[in-house]
Structures are given as structure tokens and as C-alpha cells.
């Protein structure tokens, strides 16, 4: 190479190449590191082990309807007439149903023995002498929910590795878990670099910005089940970004940072993550979201020292976004014991054209429209945050990919991608 000449341009690497070294380099948790906590404070967390059901689930034949429950056999034509043996509410234990008789039956009650269907009230009237008529001929097993019938003893009712939402909460207080086996939170530290950021509610002086990222990027680490220390905006120093880095490298597990991934003379991030650990700088083959650091900083003076894993973002605020949704996400995810960090693509139709081919995947901000399509916004820029707050998702575009309106596309929901 001639002396003074800048290096040679390293070939794009492929986004799932990358993620998948990302995956391999990066070991999920120990089990001895679990821990027991209530099921009431589980939201977001990750079960580290296989939850079973103790139970039947309902644990008895109940009723879906309030009404009575009978004998199909007692009720030869609509309009017969059955003395009411008994009342039974939910939570009552029901003693066995006489026979050619009825029993005044509420929602969520026993089904007592010998029943074999329930009408609901709509369908009977009261009769004198503590009666009831039956103004309809019952089917075998109306009306009644099964014992078992959601869940069986024994069966696994929420995986390892998934990620405990409010409706996942809910099923395993059905099975009467009190505490789940979770894995512990990720400790991330995160901080941004650049002489022209300043914070919200200060002065904005010519040539400077607002720190966007830093709102962003604590968010979505929050959002992931993790605990984020911010260490803030380090200045444009070596000697300064080294230090951060030790600081965050003590107490953390993943450092994430934002800006001075790139090789100018007031990117110092390479340099300092270089210094105090190892790193690795890719150019992937995605728009927005080209350069990508990722790499070791030691926890100790030592070279064989235990290591935080550290991960440098773009700086310009969608291409950092959408950086960490495809790649950050997946990591942290990964060390929590998800099984299945892929996010699904589902096909859409497009309802816009992208008739000139990127030699880069694109990542496109779009929304879904009342007809049932995807819309464009307008202005894909790498540093329009509004597209990201206007959309609800990315259509996952090809490398040389063109779109023309009617086309299927590959949708990734917002929804999914932040959860």
C-alpha cells in the first residue's frame, strides 16, 4: 500500500453474516445467576426455565352461562317444567343433581354431578312452586366448560426463554405460580460522543445539536427488560473515552454507544475500545445504519480480565434507531435466554414505488393505510427521526430490490420490534 494512502475499503458484510457472529460472540447467562421473584413484578422478564401447570385448568367441569343445569334425558319437549333442587354460585361446592330435577346455576359455578348441560336464563322461566321451564331442548355439554379443558396437569404452559407479557403473567397465575424463575436483567451502560451534542433545555449554540439518541437509546434498552445506566455525552477525547469506558466496564455487561464509530480525527472511539479491550468495525450492507462496532472492553487490567461486550452505533438518530431495533435488540434478548430473537416479517402490500435498486438493503419507514396497504414516508433520511415516529414499521428491502405499488412486501411491525 503507498505510504499516507487510506486503507482499503472493507467489502459490505450481510446484516444476518453480522448477526449472526453477533449471536455467537455473545454467551447468554448462567443458570446460577437466575433469580426467584413474584409473579406480580415478572412484566418483561425472561423465564429461565420451563413452567408446568400443578393443575387442571378449570380444575372443575363449570359453567359458561348463568341458567340451570340439568339431564338432557329430563327434558322430553321445550316447555317441561323441572322442580329446582338446588342453587349453587361460583365458588360453591355442588352436591349431585337429583334426578328429573334442575339446579339454579351462575357463571363460573360447578357443574354438579350428573349434569350434562346447562340452559342459560334467557332460555327457562320461573314456574310457581319452585319451578323452572325449559322453553328449549338442550344439547349434551351446552354451556359447560370442561375440567382441563385450557390446561392440562403437567402440560408446559409457558416456555424457557419467553418473554413474560400481561397476558402471559395472567395464564401462569391461573396454574397458581406466586413466583417465576426469571433471568437476571442485562446491566447496559450507554453514552454518546460529540462536542456538538447538548441537552435538552440548555442553550443550542451555532454548529450544535440536540441529543436525540441518548433519549432513544435508554428508552429501547429500558424497553428490553434492562437496567441502563446513562453515563451522558463524553467529550471528543481519547483520554475521556477511555475513562468512560473503564467506568462502564466495572459494573456492565454491554456498553452501547452512539457516534464516533468512523475513522476521522475526532472519532475516538475505535481507538479507546482498542486500547482497553478489542474491537471490530463493519459496514454493513443496510440503509440507514451503515457502520457497526462491536467488540471487548476488560473489566481489569489483565488481558485474560473478564470483558463487558460493547456495541458503537451511528450517530445520525434513524440510522441508530433502526441500527439497534436489528441488531442491538437481538443481542440483548439473546443474553436474557430468548430462544427466537428473529422479528417476523409479514407480507404486505405496498401501495408506493422504489424504482431505483441500492446496492444496500434498505430499511423503509412506512405506515399502514385504511386500505389495507403500506405507505412511504416521504423522506427516507438517515437523520428524519419524524419518519420513525410517523410509521408504524420497515419494509425489509433487498439488496437491488425495486418496489412498484401492488407489490408483496416484507413488513416489520413496530410493535413487534419495540417489545
Given at each position: 500500500m503507498t505510504p499516507g494512502a487510506p486503507p482499503p475499503r472493507q467489502p459490505l458484510l450481510d446484516l444476518d453474516e453480522a448477526l449472526g457472529r453477533l449471536l455467537r460472540a455473545v454467551v447468554p447467562f448462567a443458570a446460577h445467576t437466575n433469580e426467584t421473584i413474584s409473579t406480580f413484578d415478572a412484566r418483561g422478564r425472561v423465564l429461565a426455565a420451563d413452567l408446568r401447570s400443578l393443575i387442571d385448568v378449570p380444575p372443575a367441569d363449570n359453567t359458561a352461562m348463568d341458567g340451570y343445569a340439568l339431564r338432557c334425558a329430563d327434558v322430553s319437549a321445550a316447555g317441561v317444567s323441572l322442580p329446582v333442587s338446588q342453587r349453587i354460585a361460583a365458588g360453591a361446592v355442588a352436591q349431585p343433581l337429583l334426578p328429573g330435577t334442575a339446579v339454579r346455576i351462575f357463571t363460573g359455578a360447578q357443574v354438579p354431578a350428573g349434569a350434562d348441560a346447562v340452559v342459560m336464563q334467557e332460555q327457562c322461566a320461573a314456574v310457581d312452586g319452585g319451578a323452572v321451564r325449559i322453553d328449549t331442548m338442550p344439547q349434551a355439554g351446552q354451556w359447560i366448560r370442561r375440567r382441563g379443558e385450557d390446561v392440562h396437569a403437567g402440560a408446559v404452559v409457558l416456555p424457557r426463554g419467553a418473554r413474560l407479557t400481561p397476558q402471559a403473567l395472567g395464564l401462569a397465575a391461573s396454574v397458581g405460580a406466586a413466583n417465576l424463575t426469571v433471568t437476571r436483567r442485562p446491566r447496559v451502560a450507554l453514552f454518546s460522543t460529540g462536542d456538538e451534542l447538548v441537552m435538552p433545555g440548555d442553550p443550542l449554540p451555532p454548529g450544535a445539536i440536540y441529543n436525540s439518541n441518548r433519549y432513544t437509546l435508554r428508552a429501547l434498552i429500558e424497553s428490553l427488560g434492562c437496567e441502563c445506566t446513562d453515563f451522558g455525552i463524553v467529550p471528543d477525547r481519547l483520554d475521556a473515552t477511555r475513562d468512560v469506558l473503564r467506568q462502564?466496564?466495572?459494573?456492565?455487561?454491554?456498553?452501547?454507544?452512539?457516534?464516533?464509530?468512523?475513522?476521522?480525527?475526532?472519532?475516538?472511539?475505535?481507538?479507546?475500545?482498542?486500547?482497553?479491550?478489542?474491537?471490530?468495525?463493519?459496514?454493513?450492507?443496510?440503509?440507514?445504519?451503515?457502520?457497526?462496532?462491536?467488540?471487548?472492553?476488560?473489566?481489569?487490567?489483565?488481558?485474560?480480565?473478564?470483558?463487558?461486550?460493547?456495541?458503537g452505533l451511528p450517530g445520525n438518530p434513524v440510522s441508530s434507531y433502526v441500527t439497534f431495533l436489528l441488531v442491538v435488540r437481538p443481542v440483548l434478548l439473546h443474553l436474557q435466554g430468548v430462544v427466537d430473537v428473529t422479528p417476523r416479517g409479514l407480507p404486505m402490500r405496498a401501495d408506493f414505488d422504489v424504482l431505483r435498486p441500492d446496492r444496500r438493503r434498505e430499511f423503509l419507514r412506512v405506515r399502514l393505510n385504511a386500505a389495507g396497504g403500506l405507505d412511504l414516508f416521504a423522506n427516507q433520511s438517515s437523520g428524519v427521526l419524524t419518519s420513525a415516529v410517523w410509521g408504524d414499521g420497515l419494509v425489509d428491502n433487498p439488496i437491488g430490490g425495486t418496489i412498484r405499488a401492488g407489490d408483496t412486501v416484507r413488513y416489520l411491525s413496530f410493535a413487534e420490534l419495540l417489545s
Open positions: 462502564a466496564a466495572r459494573e456492565h455487561d454491554v456498553i452501547v454507544t452512539s457516534g464516533g464509530v468512523s475513522v476521522g480525527e475526532e472519532d475516538h472511539v475505535r481507538p479507546a475500545v482498542e486500547a482497553e479491550g478489542r474491537i471490530d468495525l463493519w459496514q454493513l450492507a443496510i440503509k440507514p445504519g451503515k457502520p457497526l462496532a462491536f467488540g471487548e472492553v476488560r473489566r481489569g487490567a489483565s488481558v485474560d480480565a473478564l470483558a463487558a461486550y460493547f456495541i
